[in-house]
């Protein structure tokens, strides 16, 4: 797989089936993998802060969350023909799990909002196998890591924000070897208990969700400046 790269972070051109399609043969070599999602504001992070780039250069997957990503993609004549949400990836990844047996474990979040969303996702994939999940006031790390790893879980959903979720999958994905596959997931928890909205389909669709949020909470703006930023940089950078 040949990456491309904006403003020094690597980004990964494959779609949802194509992660899955090689998820499975590294899993059937029983190597690990990561995935972390990359968009315009964490890329301009990323050059503040070295630690952040390196955390996103050394995942295995690094999907395009965000239509600033699609849209740079299109200006260097990259191959990168749609978004790759991280909430959507967790989906595609907890129905892959339901159908081939994998158990999984859900860390961090408050305990209501852990709880309630394995809840929703049971109602929606019976088959599911939750192999266990701690909400994300665990203060002992190394008893933490010892339950997941005697849970037998196979893949491990961590939402405790960026980068703390990176640099906790980074320290502890040792020490988990029988977990091959570890996904960053920020507030998806919410989105799947139903306690936070995702937008309307048609923003989704047309890459807008930055702007439902925008409307839906103006003091973003700051945060949404990153994106004509990146693509300003991505195009200087071009000539």
Do not use: C
Request: proline letters at 5%; aromatic letters at 8%.
């Amino acid at each position: 797989m040949v990456k491309e790269t904006y403003l020094g972070v690597d980004v990964s051109p494959l779609t949802y089936e194509g992660i899955i399609s090689e998820l499975q043969q590294k899993m059937a070599r029983n190597e690990q993998s990561t995935i972390i999602a990359v968009n315009p504001e964490k890329v301009i992070t990323a050059n503040r802060d070295p630690q952040v780039k390196t955390l996103i250069n050394e995942s295995t997957f690094q999907i395009p969350d965000g239509v600033g990503i699609l849209l740079a993609s299109k200006l260097r004549g990259g191959k990168i023909t749609s978004r790759v949400t991280g909430v959507d990836m967790m989906g595609k990844l907890l129905d892959f799990a339901a159908s081939h047996g994998h158990p999984v474990y859900f860390y961090g979040a408050k305990e209501e909002v852990v709880t309630k969303a394995i809840s929703e996702i049971q109602k929606e994939r019976p088959l599911l196998t939750v192999a266990g999940y701690t909400n994300g006031y665990e203060k002992d790390e190394a008893a933490l890591v010892q339950r997941i790893h005697e849970s037998g879980a196979k893949i491990l959903f961590v939402a405790l924000g960026s980068p703390k979720q990176e640099l906790w999958i980074k320290r502890d994905l040792v020490n988990l070897p029988n977990v091959l596959v570890f996904q960053g997931v920020g507030g998806s928890f919410d989105v799947f208990s139903g306690m936070v909205k995702r937008a309307p389909a048609l923003f989704r669709k047309f890459g807008l969700e930055w702007l439902y949020r925008l409307a839906s909470n103006p003091s973003r703006i700051k945060r949404q400046m990153n994106l004509p930023i990146f693509l300003w940089r991505v195009l200087i950078g071009k000539k």
